[in-house]
């Protein structure tokens, strides 16, 4: 069975600091799709990035950049320069290639980004 | 804005209840999910619909129930209400059937007194 860990339950930074959002997954498939979405204090869960188990390149996406390893299974999230308006809860997921678009989300890292 | 609109916004029901969460994809969006977000099971995916018929379904229970319609809306019953199905009830949709990413509506908070 899939699952998909985030240690970190929550972690709080000061405004400018880089923080690192961890996510380890489990799942049997060679092909599968990992991943990340933001939950602000609003509420709804906003899409940040979707990578498939064949592309291992980093991705950097302004402030954003996500680096998945396959050999430790791992696909953890990074965020430059933290600003207040990131604080919010980040969830990782995974989908495995058979089942549809079932999402298997982590259990999300709550970050705090104080000024 | 995902483009993904659910109704209500809140709902506040009492125990043996039935309610309606109402469900419209995004324009061109063929799939519709139905998750449940509550603070002991994180969130969890119930289930998913393409092009009206059920193609997924996840840990949802026998008094759930969900449809998706010609014009691709979509709701999700839920009946004799108990207090534990308090939770947060979101709505997802994409364009394809397989992994394709979900853009999800703002969700609808349910609370059972």
């Known amino acids: 069975a899939q699952k998909v860990t985030q240690a970190q339950t929550e972690i709080s930074v000061v405004e400018k600091e880089d923080v690192t959002l961890d996510c380890v997954y489990e799942?049997?498939?060679?092909?599968?799709?990992l991943f990340w979405y933001k939950q602000p204090p609003s509420g709804e869960l906003v899409f940040l990035i979707r990578?498939?188990?064949?592309?291992?390149q980093n991705e950097i996406s302004g402030r954003y950049s996500w680096n998945f390893q396959k050999s430790t299974s791992s696909f953890n999230f990074t965020i430059t320069a933290s600003q207040v308006v990131d604080s919010a809860v980040y969830f990782c997921a995974l989908s495995e290639g058979a089942a549809g678009n079932k999402l298997t989300f982590g259990g999300g890292t709550r970050v705090l980004v104080k000024p | 804005d995902s483009g993904v609109t659910q109704t209500p916004k809140h709902l506040i029901t009492a125990t043996g209840q039935r309610v309606t969460l109402r469900c419209s994809p995004r324009?061109?969006?063929?799939?519709v999910y139905w998750y449940q977000q509550s603070l002991d099971q994180g969130l969890q995916f119930l289930i998913q619909y393409y092009n009206g018929e059920e193609r997924a379904k996840g840990n949802i229970l026998e008094r759930f129930s969900a449809q998706q319609f010609p014009d691709l809306h979509s709701e999700l019953n839920l009946s004799s209400l108990e207090l534990g199905d308090s939770a947060l009830y979101f709505c997802a949709s994409s364009v394809g059937e397989y992994n394709s990413p979900l853009h999800f509506g703002n969700g609808t908070r349910l609370t059972v007194t």
């Open positions: 990578r498939n188990s064949f592309d291992e």
């Open positions: 324009s061109g969006d063929l799939s």
């Open positions: 799942t049997r498939d060679t092909t599968y799709y």
